[in-house]
């Protein structure tokens, strides 16, 4: 945990009342068409990896600073986007608490306000470098984002409901809903639903979230409001919440316990375990995979790092396969929960093919394996990938 996390918080004004009403009205529409043109770099918004539900991924080689721009988020949804008028939506606080609680969207953002810089990364980010091809959404490197994302601490609502002794966990509960038909089936139609261990969901940067880069969170990630875990995979962060219920025993539903888990080696019994923590991991921007280069010319290898509950410290970059590595720039200061940019000079010397390899180290000694274990099934995928390039 960072020690210097509170002094990373800052405090924003609430955005104006009739702001979110225009947006809730528009910002369908408005986000589609952003998501839709092409961004800057000549990149198109975000790339599609299933139409409905909606499942777009962010063009790693479009990266260009430490915030991902919203109309480039990659987007993760399960189900249909759900529907939540602002007058209508309700956040309920129950279990074993002493006050239930129930909160309309004005009294939410009637509460302090805190903004925090986090990396969000889909547990299967990188799936489709597995082979043989698995199962799931074939993500290729942009599961992945950075934003700053404003909201009420979750700590502030568990202590206005007063949490009691006996609880160990918070579940999270969307209004996306739906059957899952493929194996393993749901048992009908469930929602999306998850936990947390209590001690990380009274971390002081675990947030109920209703802005997204200093703008209300679009449908497409959460409208009205979500939560955002940092250091942990994207499935953590539940889009649409509308139940927070403190229980007494650990949650087993089927998002905790079937998918988004793995196996965990438990004095040498396979025991099935939610994912949680990110796993540390650099990924190469550019060049692009058989991107032309040209010899005895300088090219500026770039990309990002992140990793869960610690800091990189390290990132290494090779232009021979891995036989050997070179240590690359990090880039601007250490962010607790955000992704740290990174680049390295390379001027190939004479003309053919190279695999360039990007590993990332943190502060705890932690650095990216060479494969990927399958206990790990298709998720928390951190090994270290190769990008071929032609040098003429």
Request: net charge negative.
């Amino acid at each position: 945990m960072h020690n210097s996390f509170l002094n990373t918080l800052t405090f924003l004004p609430m955005p104006d009342a009739t702001d979110i009403n225009h947006f809730n009205k528009h910002a369908s529409a408005e986000q589609s068409a952003a998501s839709a043109a092409p961004a800057a770099s000549g990149f198109p918004g975000l790339i599609t990896r299933e139409t409905e539900p909606q499942n777009l991924e962010f063009p790693f080689p479009s990266l260009a600073g430490r915030l991902t721009p919203t109309s480039q988020f990659y987007i993760r949804s399960h189900f249909p986007i759900p529907d939540l008028p602002v007058a209508s939506w309700r956040l309920v606080i129950n279990g074993a608490v002493n006050n239930e609680l129930t909160l309309t969207y004005d009294e939410l953002r009637q509460l302090p306000a805190t903004t925090v810089s986090a990396t969000l990364e889909c547990a299967g980010n990188g799936r489709a470098r597995l082979a043989p091809k698995p199962k799931g959404l074939l993500w290729e490197q942009g599961a992945v984002g950075n934003a700053e994302w404003t909201g009420v601490p979750l700590t502030v609502l568990l202590e206005r409901a007063g949490v009691k002794a006996e609880a160990v966990e918070v579940i999270f509960e969307g209004a996306d809903r739906g059957e899952v038909n493929e194996e393993p089936k749901s048992p009908g139609a469930i929602h999306f639903a998850r936990s947390l261990p209590l001690a990380k969901a009274q971390q002081a940067e675990v947030l109920v979230v209703y802005a997204m880069n200093g703008q209300p969170l679009p449908p497409e990630h959460g409208f009205p409001v979500r939560l955002v875990v940092p250091g942990w995979y994207g499935m953590a962060s539940i889009k649409w919440l509308t139940t927070i219920t403190v229980s007494t025993v650990p949650f087993e539903g089927y998002w905790q316990t079937i998918e988004y888990a793995y196996w965990q080696r438990v004095q040498g019994h396979p025991t099935m375990v939610p994912v949680a923590e990110m796993q540390v991991k650099a990924e190469i921007a550019r060049p692009m995979l058989h991107e032309a280069l040209a010899a005895g010319v300088p090219y500026r290898v770039h990309g990002a790092a992140w990793t869960g509950e610690s800091a990189i410290v390290k990132v290494e970059v090779s232009a021979d396969g891995g036989s050997s590595w070179q240590p690359a720039t990090l880039l601007e200061k250490n962010v607790p929960f955000t992704w740290r940019l990174w680049e390295y000079q390379w001027t190939p010397a004479i003309a053919g093919r190279y695999k360039l390899l990007a590993r990332a180290t943190d502060e705890q000694g932690q650095t990216q394996p060479s494969e990927h274990s399958k206990d790990r099934r298709t998720y928390m995928i951190n090994r270290v990938a190769s990008v071929e390039v032609l040098v003429h």
